[in-house]
């Protein structure tokens, strides 16, 4: 079938690579030059797993190409997919501006009947602003055409978005169009073989369902956190209590992991944008409201142990970090807890010495050159001349370290941990003084 992709972000070029490799023809528009000539030269502007090959074999192979030609795009494409971003207002509610954009732009230059899918994370009755849009564009230029306009959400993990694509848990597909619910069978037949993954419902469940399903996995992290202070102050551990609830089958153990709180670009912007889209129909939603609340104040819990430490006194010290990406196999900072402890750190007068295994390029262009800034090339390396370390991002680099290596080369033989990556225990045993999320206050090496 033949695809217009709009936006080549992370949801538009991981939709595109993996239709263009089951054996559709993609056409990629984007209004970045830049990006777009990079891409054609195998340059992929994100770090995703097994993105990179599959964007260079499928471009190579004439199955998926990429321009800033919007008419050239709406003109190939039968199905047309508005992948753009949507942005936090100022009031936390989804910006529909770059939605609105494309969906003026498919209604300039289209010449027969569309299938305009939303991809895009967007609130309860944005399809009902789209299909407005396009009609109101098409009534001015006199043109009398039909379209469809159907919610077909991602649900991408970042790290294994690639995989998620590829082989989806379910496929949601709002609409009431015969033709469309026919045509997008047709168009995921590749990824539905095993058994049918797709679920046809109404346009307005099927936007809801994206914020739903991101806003209960944000509620089960900020639920644990909160079961983490708790046993901080109770004196239990909460990996036991973790181990203990996730043998429920009713809960399982996937995004009961407790630590410095959640990042990204998906859970913090749709949390807010459906308590905003809540406050809209006068609805108080609490829960949601708490979920945020408790990620917010979880991102101060390294600095606080931090400062609980050494009081005050963390002028001139350097701290190693380890892990600045907000979750392990991506790039991505949006969000970061990384960032909150850094800029906390810089108040107080302290230097950083970190090291991620893909985001250090991300770092330099969010925080450009400073003297209280040092990004080095080794998780070692960060250890030199550090006074601890801080672990933010639980990259399976950090799970096995040299801790007498650790020990030898910071000037206090401490780690305080945000990920609860080892055993406290094996930490008394190496020498080390170890803080952890909700495993007690510390404990203390020799």
């Known amino acids: 079938m033949k695809v217009t992709v709009f936006g080549i972000g992370y949801v538009g070029l991981v939709q595109a690579a993996v239709m263009a490799e089951v054996g559709h023809d993609v056409v990629c528009v984007d209004v970045d030059q830049n990006k777009v000539d990079k891409l054609k030269q195998g340059h992929i502007p994100i770090f995703e797993p097994g993105l990179t090959p ?68 967007v ?10 849009k396009v009609s109101a564009t ?106 203990g609830i996730g043998s429920d089958p009713r809960i399982g153990y996937q995004f009961i992991y407790p630590g410095c709180g959640y990042g990204g670009s998906c859970f913090p912007k749709d949390v807010q944008a459906l308590v905003r889209s809540a406050t809209g129909v006068g609805y108080s939603a609490k829960v949601l409201e708490a979920v945020e609340a408790v990620n917010y104040a979880q991102k101060e819990k390294l600095f606080e142990y931090i400062t609980r430490h050494f009081g005050d006194d963390l002028k001139g010290k350097t701290v190693a970090i380890w892990g600045l990406s907000f979750k392990p196999n991506t790039d991505d900072m949006r969000e970061a807890s990384s960032r909150v402890l850094m800029e906390n750190l810089w108040k107080a007068g302290a230097k950083v010495k970190a090291y991620d295994p893909e985001a250090m390029e991300e770092t330099q262009r969010i925080y450009g050159s400073r003297d209280d800034l040092s990004l080095v090339g080794t998780k070692e ?66």
């Open 54 to 121: 599959l964007v260079k074999s499928n471009y190579e192979a004439g199955r998926v190409d990429f321009t800033i030609d919007a008419a050239r795009g709406v003109a190939h494409g039968e199905v047309i997919f508005i992948a753009v971003g949507t942005p936090p207002d100022e009031d936390g509610s989804a910006d529909l501006k770059y939605v609105l954009s494309v969906a003026n732009t498919v209604a300039e230059h289209m010449d027969c009947h569309k299938i305009i899918i939303n991809k895009s994370t």
């Open 123 to 132: 609130p309860v009755g944005t399809a009902d602003k789209v299909s407005a």
């Open 138 to 243: 098409l009534a001015s230029l006199g043109k009398d055409l039909t379209f469809d306009v159907v919610s077909n959400p991602e649900f991408l993990k970042e790290g294994a978005a690639v995989n998620d694509c590829m082989r989806p848990d379910r496929i949601i597909i709002g609409t009431d169009s015969e033709l469309a619910e026919k045509t997008l069978r047709e168009l995921y037949s590749p990824f539905n073989r095993n058994h049918d993954k797709i679920i046809i419902m109404d346009i307005r469940s099927a936007e809801l369902t994206k914020y739903a399903a991101n806003c209960m996995l944000a509620t089960k992290i900020s639920f644990m956190n909160e079961m983490a202070n708790l046993a901080e102050l109770m004196g239990a551990d909460i990996e036991n209590v973790r181990r």
């Open 381 to 446: 390396a960060a250890l030199d001349g550090a006074d601890f370390l801080v672990i933010c991002t639980e990259w399976q680099a950090f799970r096995a370290p040299d801790f007498e290596l650790i020990k030898e080369k910071l000037s206090t033989p401490l780690i305080f941990d945000g990920r609860n990556l080892f055993e406290p225990n094996m930490m008394l045993e190496h020498g080390l003084h170890y803080y952890a999320i909700g495993r007690g206050l510390s404990v203390k090496g020799q």
